[in-house]
Structures are given as C-alpha cells and as structure tokens.
C-alpha cells in the first residue's frame, strides 16, 4: 500500500470509492431520501473535481495495486468550528476519512492518519478538526487513539435531516519539513 496526493485523473474513482463507502455505512440507518440527495451532492465526478482543483484542498488516497481503497480529503478553508474547545489559529479540517472495510483492524487507517497529521503540521496549521457521527463508536475509538480530543456537539446535515456529530480535535506541533 501506497499514501499519495490525489491527482485530477483520479476524480472518477474517487466519487465511485466515496459514494460506496458512505452508502455501505449508512444504507439503513437514514432515510433514502436523504441518503441519495447526500450521495449526489458530495460524491459525483463533477464535485470530486472541483475538489481536486481547489488549491485549499488536499486529498490523500490510500492505493494498492493501482486500486483506491480509502482517502482523506483535508481543507485548509474549512469551516473553523466556533467552539471554545477548539482554539485554533490556523486549523486544518479533516473533510472526509474513508477507508474500504477490507482494510479495518489492518493499520491503513492509522497510515492513512498520520499521512495526514504529518502533511498539517508540515504546512504549518496548528492543529487538525473533524466531525464523527456520534453513533459511530468504531470511528470515535479510532480518532481517540489517534490523539484526538471530544470538543463538544457539532450538527450534521444529512438531506433534511440533522445529527449530532462529536467535534474532535487535535493539537499540533506545527514544524516544516
């Protein structure tokens, strides 16, 4: 397995691996509707695009055998989260962390973090956010061991519907490499 930043070429499978990705995790647990007007707006060919083409943003894919299997999608003009509990100057958010669950319990995911912890600190940002859904515990525990602190409630929209989200945090050393 490989870490490498995304490249343009890489926009079809990208929309492909995130849009079967989120609807294997969440097929069920929210209403269709709103599930499908979610896969539309965030995972199609045309936003992967944009994405890849806006110069805030990084995506870092995990490869292996020329296939995608996961990716981190970081922005360095997110949002900043206005909560005390995050006190950044210059954050980093962590937009999306996908990885194929073929890959769960093998170490690519804590790869695939500290790629992406590493590339924060490295551009100077003094610390990474994200947001978890809160009935996600397999992802809660994972970021805890990466290092990351619960910062309180974030909301989430999902189509019309709203949840709750855990803001998570961690703190850098940021250096230059």
């Known amino acids: 397995m490989r870490i490498r930043p995304a490249l343009p070429a890489d926009a079809q499978e990208l929309a492909l691996l995130g849009e079967r990705l ?3 995790t969440y097929t069920g647990l929210i209403p269709s509707s709103n599930l499908e007007r979610h896969l539309a707006a965030t995972f199609g060919v045309a936003k992967q695009d944009a994405e890849l083409a806006d110069p805030a943003n990084l995506t870092l894919v995990l490869e292996a055998d020329g296939k995608l299997l996961g990716y981190a999608l970081l922005r360095a ?3 900043e989260p206005a909560h005390p509990g995050c006190p950044f100057s210059q954050p980093l958010e962590v937009a999306r962390f996908y990885l194929d669950a073929s890959l769960h319990g093998s170490g690519a995911a804590a790869q695939l973090m500290s790629a992406v912890l590493a590339r924060a600190a490295a551009a100077g940002h003094d610390g990474v956010w ?6 996600n515990p397999r992802a809660i525990r994972f970021y805890a061991k990466m290092g990351f602190l619960d910062a309180g409630d974030a909301s989430y929209r999902i189509g019309e519907q709203v949840d709750r989200d855990r803001l998570l945090v961690h703190t850098l050393m940021a250096r230059r490499l």
């Open 77 to 79: 003009h997110g949002p």
């Open 130 to 135: 994200l947001q978890v859904w809160e009935q």
């Open 22 to 24: 989120w609807r294997g």
